[in-house]
């Protein structure tokens, strides 16, 4: 036999103990924000999951065990694929114009000239108007009758659309509005990118011949790659949790064409009182998100480059 | 390829980064642009890389010129401070860039970035991320990068500023070797002057960006031109002393301070008597100022006692700071030539490498 090891192990009790001393002197940092998480988000969630299980009476009290039997209800209704399949559409309408607008726009504001704070402001502004003031401001612009979309279309002799009564165009145009409320975050988020992107890069890139265009997808583009991960996985997420701007558009409808899964969720425990299923159908949303992003970043991986 | 600035200057705002600086570069030769933060080195070079327009004057490159053509159409190569290297592409990748950008057909990029990265023994380097690099690795790319595309010249902005004092000594022997090798023409910005001394064939010296003086190393720092260079070149620096000038009779000046005198006779007479001055600015290096009893008995430009302030032991010599008039002189001394802290010693000067300036705008006497 050999010598015992001259190393010392730590035991299970000592790393318990050191653990505890260490968590003691976290926890007064923790507790404040855990407690406002505790509050919104961590009971409601549980709550949600729990309320998912049990059935309820039209008034949305009596809580009787159903088991996963609402799950499977909201997995298998054909209802609830609908709203999924309108909420992807509307995720693919928002997200994609947001981004590229917004990344435009940033682009146009990153120019050094005088008075750019001016633009830069003005990109950005919408990220400070509410959902609800912009939706009400939109109902009137899309106004089929004195609304300024279509008298402007008309004026140049182009078709002109009852934009949010219309079941193929309602979709698209709450879409509009809310590409319109994003672009400002999108915008703000992606100026911040570009200043993070160093000067000599491009300085390099043009004495190595590379043009405008080529800078930009050499240069800009890689430099961007992590901020356009996070504009557009925050933009899916805000997607699939609009509600506001439908619920002044469309309510939605027509014909269910802008019922997204939030508005059906709202429906389901706010009008039918039936708040089992609403929860159900939240927490089959949440596993949605989560899974989505999650594919987002694994995605990403290949060609995100984070310095 | 040549490389001519005419008149060039640069004006940002209010500030005058450069002004009508002209300066002539032959084929083939190793320029350095040496001078303090803010002298307008850097600005020159940028000029010269098209990165900054000049807001006058005109830059040619092999005769031709180039002031109004873009960074791309100039075919420089410039190696940045911070490397610059594209984070997100593999080595391999940062030293095609530029020949893919110009559209070389693959096989001959590849020979190119092949035959680059073994120059530069990067080699196995090729498939990492600048981000998996070490400091001195990545250094290397960034050369690789400029020499891959065989450009008229380099541009070099302090490219071994990164780097810790050994790998930086080793990578400075490297450049000069490199340059024996491809014979390519470099500008070089530094503020080390022992990078300008030891690399440059020429050095020009700017200040305030105007150009001070330009000249091989061995003449900018035994004949520096006028006080700024004095100052700049050389470690320890120069010491100046700056007195009237007395007739001493028998065809001798005398400079008095309070606790020196300077005998100036023959040339150096000359020069401050053809100036017609009446005062005059003494520059002594500290290799000239000598122990009394080491001078021994020839005709001493000054002796003076001073207090021995710090000795500071580097081996191979010794740097002496004096205390003088109430300022620091300080005098480098062989090891053999003890000296200790405290003691009251007496110094000689001689007289043949004394450097004579003009009291108003600091010019040599030539």
């Known amino acids: 036999m050999s010598a015992p090891t001259a190393v010392r192990r730590h035991t299970a009790s000592w790393r318990l103990a050191r653990f505890a001393k260490q968590a003691a002197a976290a926890a007064p940092f923790l507790l404040p924000s855990l407690a406002l998480f505790s509050v919104f988000v961590f009971y409601p969630l549980v709550r949600s999951i729990w309320l998912g299980f049990h059935g309820t009476d039209p008034f949305g009290r009596r809580e009787v065990w159903v088991g996963i039997e609402q799950y499977q209800d909201v997995l298998t209704s054909p209802d609830f694929r609908y709203s999924l399949l309108v909420t992807g559409q509307f995720a693919l309408y928002t997200v994609v114009p947001a981004t590229i607008i917004g990344l435009y726009l940033a682009l146009l504001a990153h120019q050094r000239l005088p008075g750019i704070v001016i633009f830069r402001t003005i990109f950005s502004s919408t990220v400070a108007s509410s959902v609800a003031v912009s939706s009400v401001m939109w109902l009137l612009l899309l106004n089929p009758g004195v609304g300024v979309l279509n008298y402007l279309l008309d004026k140049g002799g182009l078709p002109t659309a009852s934009w949010l009564t219309d079941p193929d165009w309602a979709l698209p145009a709450v879409a509009m509005t809310t590409v319109w409320m994003n672009v400002g975050f999108a915008t703000i988020v992606i100026l911040a990118g570009l200043q993070n992107i160093p000067e000599d890069l491009y300085e390099s890139a043009r004495v190595d011949g590379a043009g405008p265009w080529n800078q930009f997808l050499h240069v800009t583009l890689p430099g961007l790659s992590p901020t356009l991960l996070f504009v557009s996985v925050v933009g899916v997420i805000f997607a699939f949790q609009s509600f506001g701007q439908i619920h002044i558009l469309t309510r939605g409808g027509p014909l269910d064409s802008t019922t997204v899964i939030v508005y059906s969720i709202y429906r389901e425990a706010f009008l039918h009182y039936n708040l089992g299923l609403a929860s159900a159908q939240a927490v089959v949303l949440f596993a949605i998100v989560l899974l989505l992003t999650i594919t987002q970043f694994v995605i990403a991986q290949r060609w995100v480059f984070y310095r | ?366």
């Open chain 2, 1 to 366: 390829m040549s490389v001519r600035f005419e008149h060039v200057s640069k004006r940002f705002g209010s500030v005058v980064a450069l002004s009508s600086f002209t300066l002539d570069v032959a084929d083939g030769e190793f320029m350095v642009l040496l001078g303090p933060s803010g002298c307008g080195k850097t600005t020159a070079l940028r000029i010269l890389a098209g990165l900054e327009e000049p807001t006058a004057g005109e830059v040619f490159i092999h005769g031709r010129n180039v002031t109004d053509l873009p960074p791309r159409e100039r075919d420089v190569a410039m190696v940045f401070q911070n490397y610059a290297l594209y984070p997100h592409m593999s080595v391999y990748d940062n030293l095609a860039f530029g020949l893919r950008m110009r559209k070389l057909p693959r096989r001959e990029v590849d020979r190119s970035v092949r035959e680059a990265a073994s120059l530069l023994g990067i080699g196995e380097l090729l498939k990492r991320k600048p981000g998996q690099l070490s400091g001195g690795q990545r250094q290397r790319v960034a050369l690789g990068r400029a020499i891959v595309r065989r450009p008229k010249a380099f541009l070099m902005d302090e490219p071994l500023s990164n780097l810790d004092a050994k790998l930086r000594v080793q990578t400075r022997l490297e450049l000069i070797r490199l340059h024996r090798t491809l014979g390519t023409t470099v500008l070089y910005v530094t503020h080390d002057q022992v990078e300008a001394m030891t690399m440059g064939k020429r050095i020009a010296i700017l200040d305030k960006g105007i150009l001070q003086q330009v000249g091989p190393p061995q003449v900018v720092y035994a004949k520096p031109a006028n006080l700024f260079v004095a100052e700049f070149i050389g470690s320890p620096a120069m010491s100046f002393f700056r007195g009237p000038v007395r007739d001493a009779g028998d065809g001798v000046l005398a400079v008095d301070l309070p606790t020196l005198s300077f005998r100036l006779w023959h040339q150096n007479a000359d020069l401050v008597r053809r100036a017609n001055l009446t005062e005059v600015v003494i520059g002594v290096r500290p290799e000239h100022i000598e122990r009394a009893e080491d001078y021994g008995e020839r005709p001493a430009a000054a002796t003076f006692e001073a207090h021995v302030d710090v000795v500071e032991s580097l081996g191979n010599e010794v740097h002496a700071t004096l205390l003088l008039d109430g300022r620091s002189v300080v005098a480098r001394l062989p090891v053999e030539a003890t000296v200790q802290t405290g003691e009251a010693r007496r110094f000689a000067i001689g007289p043949e490498r004394l450097h004579l300036f003009h009291p108003q705008g600091g010019q040599r006497l030539s």
